[in-house]
Structures are given as C-alpha cells and as structure tokens.
C-alpha cells in the first residue's frame, strides 16, 4: 500500500454516486467532448443537446471513469446546466461544482476542474464545429479549468513513457 | 470541513456485511481482549527499569511476553527488538544499521518493498548511500540474477521482503539467501516479513537471515506493536534519541497491554497454523477464481497456487476505477482496498501493479482482498454472489469511454 489519505466526502457526493443524474451516452447529442485520461484514473465525456438559435441546452449527459467525486461532479454539472444557454453554462467554474457538491475534499478539487473542463470543452467545440463563429463572450485563451484538463493529460503522457506503454 | 457524520448516514449500514481488509486495519481477536485488560487495570504497569517491586514484575512479564514472542521465529528472545509498528522495525533496521557499519555504501532492495524499505533506504542519499532496485516478473517475483549481478565488495545491505503484501507473492527467499551470503557473507541481509508472519514458515535459527520485521497486528493482534529480529553480532543504534527503558532501540517505557495481546495473539495463531492455513487457501482460491471466471475482463495479480499468499487476492476489473468501485462495494457491505490513484496521498496508482507491468488502467481498477480466519465460506459466496452486480453498475457508470 502507498500512502492513503482521508476522505471525508459530503453526503452529497456519496448521494449522486448512489443515484447519478443524467448519466449515460446521447445518441443524438449536438456536441460531445472528454477530458482527463484513463491512465490517470480520470476521465468524463460529456454530451450536450443544444437549441438551435437560443442555444439552450436542452439535455446533457455524462460519462466517467473516475472515482465517487468526478462521477458526482459531472452528474451536478449537467444539473446545474439544464436550461441554462452556452453563455450561462460557460460560467460555472470548478468552484461552484464543489460548493453545491458539499465541499470537495482538496486533493479531488481537480475532479470539479476536469467536469468544466469537459464543458468547456464542448461548448468550444460546438462554436468551432456547429456554428463555426466564435460568440464575443467565449475567451480566446484557454481558462484555468480548461489548462487543468490538459495539464492532467500531459501527466498521463508522461505516465506513459515512464512506464515504456 | 468534515462531513464524516452526514456522510455516515447516507451511507447506512448495510444488512449484510463481510470485512476483507485486514492488510489495512483489524480487530483482535476477542481472548487477545481479554488477555490485555489485566495490564491495563492491576497487572505489570511499571517501568521495568526501576529498581522495586512494580519495576521487577514488569521485568519479569516483559522477558516472559518476548520468549512468547519468539517462538514462532525459533530465535533467542534476547534477539528480539519490540518496535511500535512495522513501518518502525523497517525503518530501524535499515538506518539503525547505517549508524553502526561505516564504510560500505550500498543497499540493495526490489522494487516491490513496502514504501517503508524503498523509502528508508533512498533518505540516506544525502550521506552518500547508494540504492540499487531491483526489478520483477510479472507475477512480482523478485529477479534473483540481477541480485547476483548488482551484489559488490559496496553492498553493505540487502533488503527483501519474504511475501509482496499486495499481490501475495511468496519471495525465493532462501535462494536470495544463499545467493547474497555466498558472495560474501559480510553482507547484512534483512527481510520485511510483516506480511509472511503467520503465512508461511519463518524459522530463522535454520537460516542466515539477519534482520527481519513483522507485526502484531497481522494475526489479530493489537496495532502499536512490532518486532524486529535481530541476529546475534549483528549491531544497531537506535534511530530516535531521548528516553529508553530496557529496550534499547525503540524510546518509551514498554507497553503491557500491548506486549500481553501480540503474545496471546503468537500463542492463537501458530497453535492453529495448519488449520488457519487451510481455511485461508480454500477461501482464497474460491474468491480469486470465482470473480476471475464469473466477471469478463478480470485480471489477477500475483502468482497463482502455491506461490501465493494464503490470505491474498487481488484482481483488476477492467473498465472499473478502483476508489468508485470500493464504495459501491461499501454500499453492499463488502469492504476491501484498491491501488487506484485516486485512494492514494500522491494521486499515483500503486508500484507494485506498475513494477509487474500493469498499465495504469489496469491498476486503477485493482482490488485486494484479505482473508482472514474469522471470515466463513458464507460471507465469500455473499461476495461471489454481490460483486458481478458491483462491477456491472461501476462499468455502466464508464459506459462508452474508450480506456
């Protein structure tokens, strides 16, 4: 055994890992992206069905292979989207993810980071793929949350070579 | 900011529940109990360095408990050093040896030591100390013709546990043995026996092991009390400075209680050893092979058969991340541990699934199982029966994601 560390989860976490909402593939999703890797024992897809001109998302969904707190994190992101436009969505930051999760545990904040990563994410791809002009509003700079998904994916690169994979 | 209790109640307590995490935390047995009490109310609660009637008693008590103690490693019990945990007789052994044996500079371990050892042995960098680790198969067997090779007129120690406690692997450790003390028999060889004591046979008197390390709390013992094996001529200092009592090389007056419980628990177990060996095996090869042919994509780690650990199963569930799948395995009241990154203080999956080959992804989605002799060929069909649902749901939660 390593080094374990305790982890004092709110009863909201352990709530959403018992009973995700929202969780699972969309087959007709208007924009899908991923963040994290399996290499870090960390990864979400995420699934957006977004309106056409309101850009409203109508329905989202997820996916993760991750521990009890990045599956409660993405489930709470996809509720605290719903109905919300693109706009909205975008201004979730990880720290609104833990404050309605409870608190998260500081060594698994990053799990609140990679599910707005993943959004972000998605909400890239659709203005870059879908409508293919970027809104005034949506920074042209990667955000923090955004530089921790890749941060995150780098390692497992990195992982990957230490490990001669 | 700590939801212990809230997250207690949401979790509730499970109609059925089954314990497999022994390598992490135990009970004692209920006569080790019972054995303890009398020490803390009346019995031998003296210094057994003062010099009256308390003092000597506890004398008498303390050098009655360590011949107890012995027995099972057929040594003099004036070769035993009482140590507060296994992670101390570790760390005693190999720095307490550095402080003695001026000159040689080199020390040798494998890459599947408990962080204890490799640890120990890398913080004496900065006086000099070089530290060669050696690699594994992938069943974690120790890799004895790179020992051969790496072995010098430098090497003042070599480290080798007797059993992997992850993966069960029982150590060639007689052939270690032989290899490291043929070459030069100066060279001081230590063994982490933690997870060996009460497993498999360990009479040192047959054997030219030096140094070796196991705890109380593996056969049901009280934690808080270790022991460290140390060969006549061999010499160590101890490692912390300030106030010793009779033992030397661990501080604080001797602990009764404890000394009374880690002898009654020796006394339980090896009177028992065949019996408790059988039982182990038998439920270890039904749980490890169980889950093996009943859940697809299951992987085990470490040896099969004789080679491995009585009480050891540990299996990779592919397409699991191994922290989501020990609390749903909570939530149906089986209790067991992971090498996942994530359980871990370095958010780094365990060296051992590493150091045997196993991708991350594969060690993420590991799985140790302790048995232990309280635990009943009931409680691991509960386990056989509960965990393809266990692994059904964490899978679902993956779904489409591509590993």
């Known amino acids: ?165 | 900011m700590s939801h212990i209790q809230d997250l207690l109640k949401q979790h509730g307590v499970p109609e059925r529940e089954v314990y497999l995490d022994w390598i992490n935390g135990s009970v004692v047995d209920k006569e080790v109990f019972d054995a303890m009490i009398p020490y803390y109310l009346e019995k031998d609660y003296g210094n057994p360095a003062i010099t009256h009637r308390i003092g000597w008693s506890t004398l008498d008590f303390y050098e009655r408990t360590k011949r107890q103690i012995s027995q099972p490693l057929n040594v003099d019990p004036q070769s035993i050093a009482i140590t507060h945990s296994f992670t101390e007789s570790n760390n005693l052994a190999i720095k307490g040896l550095t402080k003695m044996y001026k000159g040689r500079k080199k020390i040798i371990v494998s890459e599947v030591e408990h962080l204890s050892v490799i640890h120990a042995a890398k913080s004496l960098f900065d006086q000099g100390y070089k530290v060669d680790i050696l690699p594994v198969s992938n069943d974690g067997t120790i890799n004895l013709d790179i020992l051969q090779e790496k072995i010098d007129d430098d090497t003042l120690l070599v480290s080798l546990q007797s059993i992997n406690h992850e993966i069960g692997t029982i150590q060639p450790m007689k052939e270690a043995l032989e290899i490291v003390k043929d070459k030069d028999e100066k060279i001081i060889f230590h063994t982490d026996a933690t997870s060996a004591f009460g497993r498999i046979d360990l009479d040192f008197s047959k054997t030219e092991v030096d140094l070796a390390t196991f705890s109380s709390n593996r056969i049901l013992g009280p934690k808080g009390i270790a022991g460290l094996y140390i060969k006549d001529g061999i010499k160590l200092k101890s490692i912390y400075e300030g106030q010793l009592s009779v033992e030397i090389l661990a501080p604080d007056v001797e602990n009764s209680p404890l000394l009374a419980g880690f002898a009654k628990a020796v006394e339980l177990h090896f009177k028992n050893f065949d019996e408790i060996k059988n039982h182990t095996t038998k439920l270890r090869d039904k749980l490890l092979y169980g889950l093996h042919t009943s859940i697809e994509r299951t992987e085990i780690n470490g040896p099969a058969g004789e080679r491995r650990a009585p009480d050891n199963v540990n299996v990779s569930f592919l397409g699991c991340e191994g922290e989501a799948l020990t609390v749903e395995s909570s939530m149906n009241g089986i209790y067991a541990s992971s090498g996942s990154a994530c359980t871990s203080r370095v958010l780094m999956p365990s060296h051992i699934l590493t150091a045997i080959g196993r991708k991350p992804e594969e060690a993420h989605g590991s799985m140790l199982m302790t048995i232990n002799r309280l635990n009943t060929e009931e409680q691991i069909n509960y386990v056989l029966e509960t965990m393809p649902k266990v692994i059904e749901r964490i899978r679902s939660i993956t779904g489409g994601i591509e590993l």
């Open chain 1, 1 to 165: 055994m390593s080094s374990r560390i305790p982890l004092p989860y709110a009863p909201r976490v352990l709530e959403l890992f018992q009973n995700p909402q929202n969780l699972g593939r969309m087959e007709d999703a208007t924009v899908i992206a991923s963040a994290g890797s399996p290499a870090c024992g960390d990864m979400i897809a995420f699934y957006l069905k977004v309106e056409d001109k309101s850009e409203i998302i109508t329905k989202s969904s997820f996916e993760s292979y991750g521990c009890a707190s990045n599956i409660a994190a993405a489930s709470q992101l996809t509720i605290m989207i719903e109905k919300k436009t693109l706009e909205e969505a975008w201004n979730f930051t990880w720290a609104d993810v833990s404050e309605a999760l409870g608190g998260l545990p500081s060594v698994k904040t990053h799990c609140g980071s990679l599910a707005v990563g993943a959004l972000r994410r998605a909400i890239r791809t659709y203005y870059e793929e879908i409508t293919k002009a970027t809104p005034a509003w949506l920074p042209e700079e990667l955000t923090k949350d955004e530089k921790h998904a890749l941060e995150e994916e780098a390692l497992a690169e990195k992982l990957k070579k230490k490990y001669k994979l």
